[in-house]
């Protein structure tokens, strides 16, 4: 029997083997899912140079944008007929449930139908110079080679944020998923030459951070670098991308506020409470992992929050009747585990969960409880640093500036809702908030269409709708005298 080597590194237009491999588990259970190349900073190196060649080369950014748009429909195609096979690499290499990966590939899929139905829809301005004899022109050019670099809690999500406005600019790319989930990015490197993208314009290097990223971040051949993950990488990231000045779009997260005051729909504004923080057992740039919840209800909303809490069932990919899954990696959880037991050593009052579960069903996996932290302080460590895990820190208000001064408390901005049924105080809190995103009686619900990205340490630059293409666009002034004659601004 021969078997394939592990797949990973793949630029030029074919996969390319790699001295060593690493083996994927899935985190419901530890079990070996698939080894996957480890690349080195050579082989990097060697995908930056597929990248730049076809960059140079020119077939791809010369392709009418409405042809890149059509290629983009393609992979939307080929994503929605090989759903099942993409989602359960996805389901194993998270250890997500099942129809959570599927509503991620839908996302996916109408990410790349967004980016391919804009093409040809934005070609630029043309100015008014005042004078007759000049036409000036405002066009938009692709940045060059973009690296992108991704994190593990959607994976293949991230990876088409970035790869579908990328390419439909005209830039090539290399990307780099998180070494714990590179399953679909390997698949999509298929689905992309199926769909015909042409050689060196989508190139993948699977890997660590230290050893490949920072080949992505540093080279001066690659212009742009779009990076989705932690705070600490991404100001990392942004020192190793200075000294060849590239452009640089972060997504780091944050702790996000979920304000609720007591005029709220009480029903809808508890289940969505849930929703918003344990979705993904936590691990949600976007997570509602603060409540901010208005004095005078606060005691039977927090009673009643817990009491649903309690319910949510833990389990694999594949247990039908799972509700929520583990996290990521035993380091993950302990690091989660480590954040409650400092937030209950600063006072913070645990509700529920704060231990790591000893159901045997669970034993093999990295599961940690839906948690609650109740009378939390905004100067805790834990209401100013994310857990990214199941854990929902509680504050009270008792005013709406109060509301608004204690949402925008911290050093982020990804993300935030305001609830209550008063149409004025929604508006004028939601215009308050230094938010990227602000969901009111609402919660995580996001269109292709609209822009994401933070405000402060949440990161920069924007991803989806038009703003997510302008990060991978150059603008250009093109300025032509249609009458030229000597100006004699110098008379000699
Ligand atoms: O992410 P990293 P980690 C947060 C969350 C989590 C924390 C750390 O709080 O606990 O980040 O998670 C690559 N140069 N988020 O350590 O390291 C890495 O290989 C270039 C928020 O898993 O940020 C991976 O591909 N690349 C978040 C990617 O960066 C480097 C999602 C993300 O990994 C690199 C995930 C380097 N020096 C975690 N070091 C969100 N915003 O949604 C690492 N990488």
């Known amino acids: 029997m021969t078997s394939t080597p592990p797949r990973g590194l793949y630029y030029a237009g074919d996969w390319h083997e790699t001295a060593a491999a690493r083996q994927i588990v899935c985190p419901a259970d530890g079990s070996p899912v698939a080894a996957v190349a480890e690349c080195t900073a050579e082989d990097a190196a060697s995908a930056v140079t597929a990248a730049r060649h076809a960059f140079d080369e020119g077939t791809w950014s010369t392709t009418p944008e409405r042809g890149r748009g059509e290629l983009l429909l393609r992979v939307a195609d080929l994503l929605e007929r090989d759903t099942a096979l993409y989602a359960k690499a996805e389901s194993l290499d998270t250890g997500k449930r099942l129809v959570e990966s599927r509503y991620d590939l839908a996302d996916i899929v109408g990410c790349f139908r967004y980016y391919g139905g804009i093409a040809g829809t934005d070609a630029g301005r043309v100015v008014d110079t005042g004078r007759t004899d000049a ?8 940045v060059g080679v973009c690296a992108l670099i991704t994190p593990w809690n959607y994976p293949l999500l991230q990876v088409a944020w970035k790869v579908a406005p990328a390419l439909l ?6 990307l780099k998923p998180s070494e714990l989930t590179p399953g679909t990015a390997v698949l999509l490197m298929d689905t992309l030459a199926e769909a015909g993208l042409p050689a060196g314009v989508g190139n993948l290097v699977t890997g660590t951070g230290p050893e490949v990223g920072v080949v992505l971040t540093t080279d001066p051949r690659v212009d742009l670098v779009s990076f989705t993950g932690g705070l600490e990488t991404g100001k990392s990231i942004m020192a190793a991308a200075a000294p060849t000045v590239k452009r640089v779009a972060l997504e780091l997260g944050g702790i996000n506020p979920n304000v609720v005051f007591a005029d709220a729909d009480r029903e809808a504004a508890v289940d969505m409470a849930l929703t918003a923080v344990f979705l993904h057992s936590g691990q949600v740039c976007s997570a509602g992992a603060r409540l901010l919840v208005q004095d005078s209800i606060a005691e039977a909303f927090v009673d009643e929050l817990v009491a649903r809490a309690q319910q949510i069932r833990m389990g694999g990919p594949f247990d039908e ?13 302990d690091k989660v585990h480590a954040y409650v037991e400092a937030a209950v050593a600063e006072g913070a009052v645990l509700r529920c969960g704060g231990e790591i579960p000893t159901d045997p069903a669970l034993a093999e996996g990295y599961f940690y409880p839906p948690t609650v932290l109740d009378g939390c302080q905004a100067a805790m460590g834990c209401v100013q640093q994310e857990s990214f895990g199941p854990v929902l820190t509680v504050e009270t208000f008792a005013d709406e500036a109060e509301a608004v001064r204690l949402a925008n408390g911290t050093p982020f901005g990804l993300a935030g809702a305001v609830w209550t049924a008063d149409a004025g105080r929604a508006q004028r809190v939601a215009g308050a908030l230094r938010l990227g995103t602000v969901w009111i009686n609402d919660y995580h619900p996001y269109v292709p269409q609209a822009e994401w990205g933070g405000f402060g340490q949440s990161g920069n630059g924007r991803e989806l709708g038009p703003g997510g293409l302008a990060e991978y666009r150059e603008t250009k002034h093109i300025w032509h005298n249609i009458a030229p004659a000597p100006q004699r601004w110098f008379s000699s």
């Open 169 to 174: 600019a005209g830039n090539t790319f290399v």
């Open 135 to 142: 036409i000036s022109r405002i066009v938009h050019a692709p």
């Open 321 to 333: 009747a799972a509700e929520t899954g583990p996290l990521i990696s035993a380091a993950h959880r």
